[in-house]
């Protein structure tokens, strides 16, 4: 099973600024690698798919990228609704796994 | 629109069953992978299982073969996910999601999830 292991666990950014999360796996996963946005009490929401494909709707200022064994998420300039938790997931191998999600929270 | 939506969570104790539906619309179903997705009670996400479009392959995380079983009903747009000798550690929101284009396992779409509480 591949173990993907995000930092940092906690991220303090100001509203505006520019928040850079980390995910690597245990061993390669290609680009098959996705990014989940999750609000308290709704479900994950899909944002990035391989790699650095963005989802139907979601706004320019998330990007996504690496490849093989790292990873970067990157939002460009935190607005309010933001603030909140963020999973990777590869699915280049069964079963898909998850990290233990980064929370960015207001600095 | 994409509409998941599950049903049949509850609580439960230990060494009983239940069977989760969810209810798809919006979207050709027989033409996507399903997937159920649970999340113990303030922790992270785990893959549980998922199917192919026709049902003629299923896989399973270790911590469920032999106990859970997915399966669907194509003509009535429904995902189900029968769980049987339930244990406390299988408690949390079970969510069900629709897979990307060409069957790659990651969530698209989701509903909103089921609670499932195993206790005594």
């Known amino acids: 099973e591949r173990v993907m292991t995000q930092s940092p666990a906690t991220l303090s950014v100001s509203p505006g600024e520019r928040a850079t999360l980390s995910c690597r796996a245990s061993?390669?996963?290609?680009?098959?690698l996705a990014w989940y946005q999750q609000r308290p009490g709704q479900p994950p929401r899909l944002l990035i798919y391989?790699?650095?494909n963005r989802a139907a709707g979601i706004p320019a200022r998330f990007s996504g990228s690496g490849s093989g064994t790292e990873f970067t998420f990157t939002i460009s300039s935190l607005q309010s609704e933001d603030f909140t938790v963020y999973y990777c997931?590869?699915?280049?191998?069964?079963?898909?796994?998850f990290g233990q999600g980064t929370k960015v929270e207001i600095k | 629109e994409v509409q998941l939506v599950e049903s049949g969570g509850g609580l439960v104790q230990p060494g009983g069953s239940l069977r989760l539906s969810c209810e798809a619309s919006?979207?050709?179903?027989?033409?996507?992978?399903m997937n159920w997705v649970r999340q113990a009670p303030g922790k992270g996400l785990e893959w549980v299982a998922n199917?192919?479009?026709?049902?003629?392959?299923?896989y399973y995380v270790d911590s469920v073969k032999g106990r859970f079983t997915i399966f669907r009903d194509n003509a009535k747009n429904t995902l189900y996910l029968q769980m049987n000798s339930l244990r406390v550690e299988d408690s949390g929101v079970f969510y069900c999601?629709?897979?990307?284009?060409?069957?790659?396992?990651?969530?698209?779409?989701w509903g909103q999830g089921t609670l499932v509480t195993v206790s005594s």
């Open positions: 999601a629709k897979s990307g284009d060409n069957g790659y396992d990651y969530g698209e779409n």
């Open positions: 919006g979207f050709r179903f027989t033409d996507f992978w």
């Open positions: 199917i192919k479009q026709d049902g003629g392959e299923k």
């Open positions: 061993q390669a996963v290609n680009r098959n």
């Open positions: 391989g790699a650095s």
């Open positions: 997931q590869q699915y280049n191998n069964w079963p898909p796994t």
